[in-house]
């Protein structure tokens, strides 16, 4: 009952706080197909925080219940953000459990703003259960899927000197090819982000695969780096 209640509350919150002439924009800039409410990001968060301090759920498997209705029964973009949202409790943080659904919410939400929501919390997981996570991140690399590809490269975003710089050498050298250009975006991203922490193992990286990688993932990989 507890999880109705709580799924039902983020909606109507949501619905209550829509802005139409904002949700028209944000739906033609993110090229989607589902409706927007115009909601901002930071306040779907808020009304999710919110709610879940209103409405606790029971157990980790009471939040995965309620995380995976409002992603699969999603009439609007907000409530997939919410979703997600949800997914950051503190029960659920290290929860293997919860792979599974991070793996659902990249393949059928296939787009950026929603696989990026989730590859930090895959990133999560991975601190939490490196021998577990660490292979499924080397094959998810190869996955056929290019959403899944790009959360493999983006998990360690932010994990600084706890990344895994085999792991992320691996995941990244496995998508060299890969024309795509979310694909490419995430190399350059992955490896700027880890040039805050260790830019002399960024600047090697990029010189040791001058002839692999793209010139738009060499160019945001050193972005942040001085030249020489």
Same mark, same amino acid.
């Given at each position: 009952m507890t999880n109705n209640v709580l799924v039902h509350a983020i909606r109507s919150t949501l619905r209550s706080s829509a802005d139409s002439e904002r949700g028209i924009g944000a739906q033609a800039y993110m090229k989607s197909e589902m409706p927007s409410l115009g909601v901002r990001v930071p306040e779907v968060r808020k009304i999710v925080k919110e709610a879940a301090k209103q409405y606790p759920v029971a157990s980790p498997d009471d939040l995965r219940k309620a995380v995976l209705e409002l992603w699969r029964e999603a009439g609007v973009r907000e409530e997939r953000y919410a979703a997600i949202d949800l997914t950051g409790l503190q029960m659920v943080k290290d929860d293997l459990q919860m792979l599974p659904i991070y793996e659902e919410i990249i393949r059928t939400g296939a787009w950026w703003d929603l696989v990026d929501g989730v590859a930090h919390r895959i990133g999560g997981l991975l601190l939490a259960n490196p021998a577990t996570l660490t292979?499924?991140?080397?094959?998810?690399?190869?996955?056929?899927?290019?959403?899944?590809?790009?959360?493999?490269? %983006?998990?360690?975003?932010?994990?600084?000197?706890?990344?895994? %710089?085999?792991?992320?050498?691996?995941?990244?050298?496995?998508?060299?090819?890969?024309?795509? =250009? =979310?694909?490419?975006?995430?190399?350059?991203?992955?490896?700027?982000?880890?040039?805050?922490?260790?830019?002399?193992?960024?600047?090697?990286?990029?010189?040791?695969?001058?002839?692999?990688?793209?010139?738009?993932? %060499?160019?945001?990989?050193?972005?942040?780096?001085?030249?020489?």
């Amino acid at each position: 009952m507890t999880n109705n209640v709580l799924v039902h509350a983020i909606r109507s919150t949501l619905r209550s706080s829509a802005d139409s002439e904002r949700g028209i924009g944000a739906q033609a800039y993110m090229k989607s197909e589902m409706p927007s409410l115009g909601v901002r990001v930071p306040e779907v968060r808020k009304i999710v925080k919110e709610a879940a301090k209103q409405y606790p759920v029971a157990s980790p498997d009471d939040l995965r219940k309620a995380v995976l209705e409002l992603w699969r029964e999603a009439g609007v973009r907000e409530e997939r953000y919410a979703a997600i949202d949800l997914t950051g409790l503190q029960m659920v943080k290290d929860d293997l459990q919860m792979l599974p659904i991070y793996e659902e919410i990249i393949r059928t939400g296939a787009w950026w703003d929603l696989v990026d929501g989730v590859a930090h919390r895959i990133g999560g997981l991975l601190l939490a259960n490196p021998a577990t996570l660490t292979p499924v991140l080397r094959q998810w690399s190869t996955d056929g899927d290019i959403w899944v590809r790009r959360a493999a490269i %983006t998990a360690q975003l932010g994990a600084k000197a706890k990344t895994d %710089t085999d792991l992320l050498a691996a995941v990244i050298s496995s998508n060299f090819s890969d024309n795509e =250009f =979310f694909i490419r975006k995430a190399i350059g991203w992955a490896l700027r982000e880890y040039s805050k922490t260790d830019p002399a193992w960024v600047r090697a990286f990029v010189s040791n695969n001058a002839g692999a990688l793209s010139p738009l993932s %060499t160019r945001e990989a050193l972005r942040l780096l001085p030249d020489g």
